[in-house]
């Protein structure tokens, strides 16, 4: 096995990942397993870095960092046919690696590249964008738009912020068609989600499988003052299922107009003036895990 490791030299802090990286290298050079690193310098980069490491001959690439370094190195991937995929998690949330259950520590992440089969999982497909973990608009971006604005980013950091957005935000308007079904909705949240949590931990979608070929649709119906605060309890602790105004729908593919163009989170990462247009690509990627 030779490994592309396309990194990102701040997740999680820049000291902290140096020791991470420095073990990685320590554990592969022990098992004289021939690896490539490639640093990302900016934002963005680790899809570029992906393109150029296949196209250069790569079978299998990993990304090392979070969340964020994660969705960029899916949007680089291609050539699935002939490539298999591994994460180290390195960031602050890392929650599409504790849905698959990878371990914390990055020397026993790496085991389960080295030791473990690839197998198919999903990810969702959007015009010119992909995301492996949670696609969403309403509150959530607003969520991320105050935990953007941290100077130090935590898990209860994003918590802090999901409480402010949510004593803040209003309701929105949309229409979705659903598996080719129209239907009008008001919700504080509209997220599409393969995986199960979002924000370090927060199980939006507590069912979810990436691997069955399904989106899990989460809507969220308006909640109003001191409700919120047993709402938002139940969905830390992801009982979701228990409060009454969500709702969770399995669906393959679905398209949302909104009342304005919406900011679209996709795996933690922000996009403005993009067609919320998704389906789930089931049976393509195959990833160690």
Not at 18 to 23: I, T, V
Not at 30 to 50: D, G, N, P, Q
Not at 243 to 272: F, M, R, T, W
Request: glycine residues 8%; hydrophobic residues 40%; contains cysteine.
């Amino acid at each position: 096995m030779e490994l592309d490791i396309i990194y990102n030299p701040f997740a999680g802090g820049e000291k902290k990942m140096k020791k991470n990286l420095a073990l990685v290298e320590d554990k592969l050079n022990a098992l004289k397993i021939v690896y490539r690193l490639h640093r990302s310098e900016y934002a963005k980069h680790a899809i570029a870095l992906t393109k150029e490491a296949i196209a250069n001959g790569a079978k299998t690439v990993v990304a090392m960092g979070g969340d964020g370094t994660l969705n960029e190195v899916l949007n680089g991937l291609y050539n699935f046919e002939n490539i298999t995929f591994g994460l180290l998690p390195c960031g602050t949330g890392n929650d599409f690696a504790a849905h698959c259950r990878l371990p914390e520590k990055v020397d026993e992440a790496l085991d389960v590249i080295l030791t473990k089969p690839a197998t198919y999982i999903d990810f969702i497909q959007m015009p010119e964008l992909r995301a492996v973990n949670v696609v969403g608009t309403g509150l959530d971006v607003k969520v991320l738009q105050l935990y953007s604005a941290l100077q130090k980013k935590t898990k209860i950091g994003y918590f802090n912020s999901l409480i402010r957005a949510l004593f803040t935000y209003k309701c929105s308007h949309f229409t979705a068609v659903v598996d080719g079904v129209k239907k009008e909705y008001k919700s504080f949240i509209s997220a599409l989600a393969n995986a199960s949590m979002f924000g370090g931990g927060l199980k939006i979608a507590p069912g979810a499988d990436i691997a069955d070929g399904k989106l899990n649709f989460v809507y969220v119906e308006e909640i109003r003052g001191l409700k919120l605060i047993p709402a938002l309890l139940k969905l830390k602790k992801g009982k979701v299922n228990e409060i009454k105004q969500a709702h969770i729908e399995l669906c393959e593919k679905i398209e949302i107009e909104s009342e304005s163009c919406p900011v679209i989170n996709l795996d933690g990462e922000l996009y403005e003036n993009r067609p919320f247009s998704a389906e789930i690509v089931h049976n393509v990627l195959k990833m160690h895990r």
